[in-house]
Every structure is written in structure tokens, then in C-alpha cells.
T-cell receptor, first 115, second 114 residues
Framework: DAGVIQSPRHEVTEMGQEVTLRCKPI?????LFWYRQTMMRGLELLIY????????DSGMPEDRFSAKMPNASFSTLKIQPSEPRDSAVYFCASSLAGGGPEKLFFGSGTQLSVL | AQSVSQHNHHVILSEAASLELGCNYSYGGTVNLFWYVQYPGQHLQLLLKYFSGDPLVKGIKGFEAEFIKSKFSFNLRKPSVQWSDTAEYFC????????????FGKGTKLSVKP
């Protein structure tokens, strides 16, 4: 298995533009998590899905952020409009529901820079 | 609010020095505890975990961690670090009943000088 695949690896955009981050979880995994990593706040859980259904989005910073999981093999995190303070590394992770967090596999992350 | 604190932002050591990275978590009931490592340019990897039983947990690459319930701590240790241990280390807590969510500390960057 190729692991959790995120794209793009790097994204540089201008303030106000829409940004879409993509994630392909490991085949067979039915839980998917989006995390954001910044120097100031460390790793924060933004949202997670079980069986394509958003379970907890309390970590989503504001309405500019939205996440979808249209099917078991694909998820997006969208920021519209983007702001410089959104600059961070965004990680996607997947696991089997009920498998416990020790079974969490992370993607390589998307480095987002908003100018 | 549930939280995880890592005491050191950046630790610099020479090879063969001993390492201890602090991690404390806020009370929230029964916990599962983890240390993750992120090598430069790579994704997060699980280093070790504690669920129950022996509070001294051994992980990969010679790392170990000790769960001290009375101190709400789960410090990471290694007797002798190597240059290849240069990475960022994250402590994480899963509060049982929270459906697998992990709460991470802010991370400690370890730089090992050859």
C-alpha cells in the first residue's frame, strides 16, 4: 500500500485565493483526520470523518474552512478565502474506525504558504 | 480543556548524550499515550505507545517512555542519542471515549551534533 497520499506537497498562493488540499486514505481505512501544524499551536485536529461522515469539526478554525469526504477514498480540505495566518503544514491521517489511534497513519503533509 | 504540554521547544545535544523529553497532560480520565517522531521532510511516525500494564514502555530505535500517573507525565528517554535522532518529537494523548482523537503537544525539536 502506498500509504496516505496528500497533494499537493507544497502550495503557495496569494491572500484571498481558494486553496484545496487533497487526501487519499489507505484503502480499507474508514476514519480520516485532518490536522494542522504551526509553530505557535503545534498539531491541532481540525476535523475527522468516520465512514465518510464528519463526526467532529469543532477544530475547524472558522467558516472559511470546509472539508468533504465524498467517498471512502478521497477527502478535501478547502480554504476560501485564504489568509496569511492559514500558512501551516496540513496533515491528513487515516485509520480503521475502532482500531485505536495507534493505528493512525499520516500522510506527508501539504506545506501551505499564503502570501 | 484537555491539553498536552511539552516542556522544551528545542533541545540540542551532542552524540552519546542522554535524552529526556518532558510531556504532561491534563486530567481527563483514562488515557492512552503516544510519542510520535517526524524526521526532516518525512511524515509523522509512531515511536511508542502506552495503553496499560507496565508503565515503562520500550519503543523503536532504543527509545523508551515512562508513564507516571500521579504526575500526569509520559517522558521520553534515550540513554545515548545519535545524529540520526535529529527530528521533531510529539507527545500525544487519546482520552478514552474520545473516538480515537489524538491531542498533540506542540513538539520538541531535537538537534544532535555529530
Amino acid at each position: 500500500d502506498a500509504g496516505v497520499i496528500q497533494s499537493p506537497r507544497h502550495e503557495v498562493t496569494e491572500m484571498g485565493q481558494e486553496v484545496t488540499l487533497r487526501c487519499k486514505p489507505i484503502s480499507g481505512h474508514n476514519s480520516l483526520f485532518w490536522y494542522r501544524q504551526t509553530m505557535m499551536r503545534g498539531l491541532e485536529l481540525l476535523i475527522y470523518f468516520n465512514n465518510n461522515v464528519p463526526i467532529d469539526d469543532s477544530g475547524m478554525p472558522e467558516d472559511r474552512f470546509s472539508a468533504k469526504m465524498p467517498n471512502a477514498s478521497f477527502s478535501t480540505l478547502k480554504i476560501q478565502p485564504s489568509e496569511p495566518r492559514d500558512s501551516a503544514v496540513y496533515f491528513c491521517a487515516s485509520s480503521l474506525a475502532g482500531g485505536g489511534p495507534e493505528k493512525l497513519f499520516f500522510g506527508s503533509g501539504t506545506q501551505l504558504s499564503v502570501l | 480543556a484537555q491539553s498536552v504540554s511539552q516542556h522544551n521547544h528545542h533541545v540540542i545535544l551532542s552524540e552519546a548524550a542522554s535524552l529526556e523529553l518532558g510531556c504532561n497532560y491534563s486530567y481527563g480520565g483514562t488515557v492512552n499515550l503516544f510519542w510520535y517522531v517526524q524526521y526532516p521532510g518525512q511524515h509523522l511516525q509512531l515511536l511508542l505507545k502506552y495503553f496499560s500494564g507496565d508503565p515503562l514502555v520500550k519503543g523503536i530505535k532504543g527509545f523508551e517512555a515512562e508513564f507516571i500517573k500521579s504526575k500526569f507525565s509520559f517522558n521520553l528517554r534515550k540513554p545515548s542519542v545519535q545524529w540520526s535522532d535529529t527530528a521533531e518529537y510529539f507527545c500525544a494523548v487519546n482520552y478514552r471515549g474520545s473516538q480515537g482523537n489524538l491531542i498533540f503537544g506542540k513538539g520538541t525539536k531535537l538537534s544532535v551534533k555529530p
